[in-house]
T-cell receptor
Framework: AQTVTQSQPEMSVQEAETVTLSCTYD???????LFWYKQPPSRQMILVIR??????QNATENRFSVNFQKAAKSFSLKISDSQLGDAAMYFC????????FGAGTRLTVKP | GAVVSQHPSRVICKSGTSVKIECRSL??????MFWYRQFPKKSLMLMAT?????????EQGVEKDKFLINHASLTLSTLTVTSAHPEDSSFYIC????????????FGQGTRLTVV
């Protein structure tokens, strides 16, 4: 079974600074998809960024980028120029036929 | 992005009764829908995967007779919590995907179920 591990229950960043959230996963598959989702206090899940495993190039979406290391099965999320609105729970997810989530990291942004 | 509507957003029911939660894809056909349960300050735990027109696939430890899932059309899946008990109180979230492995999942707003 695939597992997703987020080893940082909580992270804190100063506004305008950069923070990196860690994620590792375990799979025997070679073709899969990885996601980062954000869950604000409203609890609505919001897609942040998506990475296809067969693509070597790291995905980027504005201030959000990933460091995808397939051999190491690592998929970290970097948030640049952090904003107060970035404060939320962040979940790393693995998708082959169904989507599995890590335990989540609660990000606090300090003004 | 696509829209998934989940209803109701909140429900309180008496112990022993059943409650139905609906998950609708409003602007796309969802071949697969997923149901998750989220405990306070915890992650989303996959309960079951449903494909339109076929029986749902339940995760180990999830009682299929308690959590009835129906995916009768490409735009609607329902989760019925039967004979609810206080320990079933939780936040339930559905998600839907278009055809194609690995495509983005679109999430409903979630349903907070309280069993009293």
């Amino acid at each position: 079974a695939q597992t997703v591990t987020q080893s940082q229950p909580e992270m804190s960043v100063q506004e305008a600074e950069t923070v990196t959230l860690s994620c590792t996963y375990d799979t025997s598959e070679s073709d899969y998809y990885l996601f980062w989702y954000k869950q604000p206090p409203s609890r609505q899940m919001i897609l942040v960024i998506r990475q296809e495993a067969y693509k070597q190039q790291n995905a980027t979406e504005n201030r959000f980028s990933v460091n995808f290391q397939k051999a190491a099965k690592s998929f970290s999320l970097k948030i640049s120029d952090s904003q107060l609105g970035d404060a939320a729970m962040y979940f790393c997810a693995y998708n082959n036929n169904d989507m599995r989530f890590g335990a989540g990291t609660r990000l606090t942004v300090k003004p | 992005g696509a829209v998934v509507s989940q209803h109701p957003s909140r429900v309180i029911c008496k112990s022993g009764t059943s409650v139905k939660i609906e998950c609708r894809s409003l602007d796309f056909q969802a071949t697969t829908m997923f149901w998750y349960r989220q405990f306070p300050k915890k992650s989303l735990m996959l309960m079951a995967t449903s494909n339109e027109g076929s029986k749902a696939t339940y995760e180990q430890g999830v009682e299929k007779d308690k959590f009835l899932i129906n995916h009768a059309s490409l735009t609607l899946s329902t989760l019925t919590v039967t004979s609810a008990h206080p320990e079933d109180s939780s936040f339930y979230i559905c998600s839907a995907s278009r055809a194609g492995r690995g495509t983005e999942a679109f999430f409903g707003q979630g349903t907070r179920l309280t069993v009293v």
